[in-house]
């Protein structure tokens, strides 16, 4: 029988993690007005995978590998920072540059799945979303839960995450915010740039706090 007041609680708490502005929440919305739907579609979809990640992982006892292996945590947070850092540094580098048309891009660039590994990377690579829902299930998850309990949670997961940043994506991706993107591109791709390694060095600081 699934607990399905305990499920909400979960579900509540990680939605509202999820809402809450991040490196994951720059990224899709950067995707979403730079490129297609379709693009800003498939982060959304990376960004519901690695929350099916992060809920697994919190399943199966995140939040006790984390307390006995410190180091582990400490290694999330610098790898995380410099892969953040790494991804705001290419975004403030390429502002003054113009979009290429979407057309003439090869395939290669194109495809809504190189959104979709981004948009993924950038998700797993925040140890602080990894607290998160380790912390959030070692408060609320009920003692003992079935299989069943188990599987509606990480689709429950999936459908927040994903319907969330879909949802961001479909706004962002709509003319009237793709134009006025392209009128300040410059500023807005620094702001985005700054943003990102701001996040990521504040993820490598911490990493050096007890």
Request: aromatic residues 10%; contains cysteine.
């Amino acid at each position: 029988m699934i607990d399905f007041l305990a499920l909400a609680a979960v579900v509540a708490a990680l939605s509202v993690g999820t809402v809450s502005p991040g490196p994951s929440f720059v990224m899709v919305a950067r995707i979403a007005v730079t490129s297609s739907r379709a693009h800003g579609l498939g982060a959304a979809l990376g960004m519901g995978v690695g929350g099916v990640l992060f809920a697994i992982a919190a399943l199966l006892g995140l939040q006790a590998i984390l307390l006995a292996v410190p180091v582990l945590y400490v290694g999330l947070k610098i790898g995380g920072g410099a892969y953040l850092c790494y991804l705001g540094f290419r975004i403030f580098r390429a502002a003054k540059e113009p979009l290429p048309v979407t057309g003439a891009t090869p395939a290669s660039q194109t495809r809504p799945a190189h959104s979709f590994w981004l948009a993924f990377f950038t998700q797993v690579s925040n140890p602080k979303a990894a607290v998160v829902y380790a912390s959030v299930f070692a408060a609320l998850l009920p003692a003992a839960f079935t299989w069943q309990f188990a599987a509606v949670l990480v689709v429950a997961v999936f459908a927040v995450e994903t319907g969330w940043y879909a949802l961001v994506a479909l706004i962002l991706s709509s003319p009237r915010p793709q134009r006025a993107y392209l009128s300040c591109k410059t500023w807005v791709d620094r702001v985005a740039g700054v943003v990102m390694i701001g996040l990521g060095i504040k993820l490598i600081a911490g990493a050096a706090k007890p």
